[in-house]
């Protein structure tokens, strides 16, 4: 199932803000080639850029939908900033990086164990790997979406279902400390007021953590599917007094410096 650049931005402030938190906790130094890996529609990509003046930034999503949108936003940018489609799980530095970032990318792919050191190699001497990934799979947005993937009339299609593991701050920091002049690794749970009750948290993971499992769904499955999730948003979520909801969102935060 493909992504939606469109849906994804949905909630693009909301989204954006731990971009934000995540680079103004990177070490201050001269960055004159940075990477957005999983950049989406840009919103990362566009935070890269305003903070980094002097960067060359290289752009990269595996969906094109992201990185025609992406292109878009950064047209001003052209040529300081290329935006192309990629498998971030393969990527290969041209030079060495000042900064990698990625921003709710890394949670997708497997095999961190590998995957994070070979993103430090490509760092030049100094530079920093910044990592934001969601750390909610315990939150009651996703534990619906496996119980009713579970006991559904289409649970045989989720018999082999699984996402990539997640991981601890204690995971990574042993991880990484070994490789790298420091490690900073912190857990913020950030309070999202969103307009519309709870058919704004189906909307908000439709654009994220919905998408894997819709993807096995025919369209009447999926429409049913989104139904029963909506009637459990409306349970584990009710309005505030202001009538929005309240949507808890814990994220992993890692900024290795090499």
């Avoid at 934000?20 to 529609?41: K, N, S």
């Avoid at 490789?179 to 948290?201: F, K, N, S």
């Amino acid at each position: 199932m493909a992504w939606s650049a469109t849906q994804y931005s949905l909630f693009e402030n909301e989204r954006t803000r731990a971009v934000r938190d995540l680079l103004a906790a990177v070490p201050p130094r001269p960055v004159r080639h940075a990477t957005d890996l999983g950049c989406g529609p840009g919103n990362s990509t566009e935070v890269l850029l305003q903070q980094y003046g002097d960067a060359l930034v290289l752009a990269l999503d595996s969906d094109q939908d992201m990185i025609d949108k992406a292109r878009e936003r950064a047209r001003l940018k052209v040529p300081r900033v290329r935006c192309e489609v990629a498998d971030i799980a393969l990527w290969n530095a041209a030079e060495p990086q000042d900064l990698i970032l990625a921003n709710a990318s890394l949670q997708w792919l497997p095999e961190h164990g590998a995957l994070y050191p070979h993103l430090v190699q490509q760092l030049s001497e100094g530079g920093s790997l910044a990592v934001q990934t969601p750390d909610n799979l315990d939150e009651p947005a996703h534990r619906r979406m496996r119980e009713i993937a579970g006991q559904g009339p289409w649970k045989e299609k989720f018999s082999d279902f699984a996402l990539p593991p997640r991981h601890s701050a204690t995971f990574y920091y042993d991880l990484l400390s070994p490789l790298c002049a420091r490690v900073d690794v912190w857990r913020t749970t950030y309070h999202h007021p969103l307009i519309g009750g709870a058919e704004a948290v189906v909307e908000w993971f439709k654009g994220s953590g919905l998408r894997p499992y819709l993807a096995r769904l025919d369209e009447d499955e999926r429409a049913a599917f989104l139904q029963l999730y909506l009637q459990a948003m409306q349970q584990d979520y009710p309005a505030a007094t202001d009538g929005k909801v309240l949507l808890p969102f814990p994220r992993l935060f890692v900024v290795a410096t090499r």
